[in-house]
């Protein structure tokens, strides 16, 4: 069942709404501020929106995946990427069918990555 569109312009007016209220914030500033990303420790609060992650190395750093857990019974815990199990990634992939394009592609690139790097260490292995 896919979500509603009509979720999105609201959500897109109170960003709007906000940032009107202080203009001179950077987005990712905002986004902190509205609990929309975590404020982690070079993350992405002092990010400006034209210097944002575009390769695959520094976006697994800073791109986050929120879970309730199985069942979604627990309490939300936020990972990075580079930080989620293989397991985790690969069920997500799987169940979650309103998953952004963004997402998909950096969960699949995250996963094709690790298989490169397995590879690579068994080979040096020998």
């Known amino acids: 069942m896919a979500r509603s569109k009509k979720r999105i312009k609201p959500f897109l007016e109170w960003i709007e ?4 209220k202080q203009p001179d914030v950077r987005f ?3 986004c902190v501020s509205l609990n929309i990303v975590p404020n982690t420790p070079g993350g992405w609060f002092y990010q400006e929106e034209y ?3 575009e390769n695959f190395e520094d976006v697994r750093k800073f791109l986050t995946w929120g879970t309730y857990g199985k069942g979604g019974k627990t309490k939300l815990k936020v990972a990075y990427l580079k930080d989620m199990d293989k397991d985790h990634i690969e069920a997500c992939l799987k169940t979650q069918e309103t998953m952004s394009e963004y997402y998909r592609e ?3 690139l995250e996963l094709e990555y690790r298989r490169r790097r397995k590879k690579n260490a068994n080979s040096l292995d020998k």
């Open 106 to 108: 950096y969960f699949e």
């Open 17 to 20: 709404k906000e940032w009107n």
């Open 51 to 53: 210097n944002l992650p």
């Open 28 to 30: 990712t500033q905002l």
